[in-house]
């Protein structure tokens, strides 16, 4: 009867608590991943439900999240109620000087413009200045008009004095004689 109860395996307990006795029975010194853990509890375990892997890896974030084990280099350990935090990446923040008593911290103002007020009456126009100067209007010059001419059905650009005296792009491409003289006999 004793050689039973020696082969007999233990009970399927809560997730939690398989998770604390895998790492207290791996007892590694950076703590045990999440595969190490896995692999004890199944060896412990033989009635393991279906999404075992799923189970485990919620509630080591449910663990993790909640305190009872520290997450470091991808490691699982036990939480020491009197090691201090361990400090994440980047800058550590700068600490808080508390603020004399009887001083009212304002809200801070929201980002962005204010909206205008609805029922505000409209703010008279202000007259535009009269330009002082050469009375040219500013800015680059408007261009000037071409004029298209078609002549034995061609087209044909005439530039109106422009002042570089090219216009702006590929310039056409110019057509043998003897092109010209074959689509006029047609």
Do not use: C
């Not at 109860?5 to 233990?10: D, F």
């Not at 036990?78 to 603020?99: E, Q, S, T």
């Not at 202000?126 to 002082?132: D, E, L, N």
């Amino acid at each position: 009867m004793a050689a039973e109860e020696g082969n007999k395996l233990p009970s399927l307990s809560s997730y939690p608590e398989m998770i604390m006795a895998a790492i207290a029975g791996l007892d590694e010194k950076n703590g045990s991943n999440k595969t190490s853990i896995s692999k004890y509890i199944e060896s412990k375990y033989r009635d393991l439900p279906a999404g075992h892997t799923t189970l485990l890896s919620h509630h080591l974030n449910r663990m993790k999240s909640t305190g009872e084990l520290i997450f470091w280099k991808n490691n699982y350990m036990k939480a020491d109620p009197n090691a201090p935090p361990r400090r994440g990446r980047g800058r550590p923040p700068k600490p808080k000087v508390p603020l004399p008593p009887g001083i009212v911290v304002s809200t801070a103002r929201p980002r962005g413009r204010p909206p205008k007020d609805p029922n505000a009456p409209p703010k008279p126009l202000k007259p535009r200045p009269t330009p002082i100067g050469s009375g040219k209007p500013r800015g680059r010059p408007r261009k000037i008009a071409r004029s298209m001419e078609e002549t034995n059905g061609f087209t044909t650009t005439i530039v109106m004095a422009m002042a570089t005296g090219r216009p702006r792009g590929r310039p056409p491409k110019v057509r043998p004689a003897s092109m010209t003289e074959v689509s006029v006999q047609n």
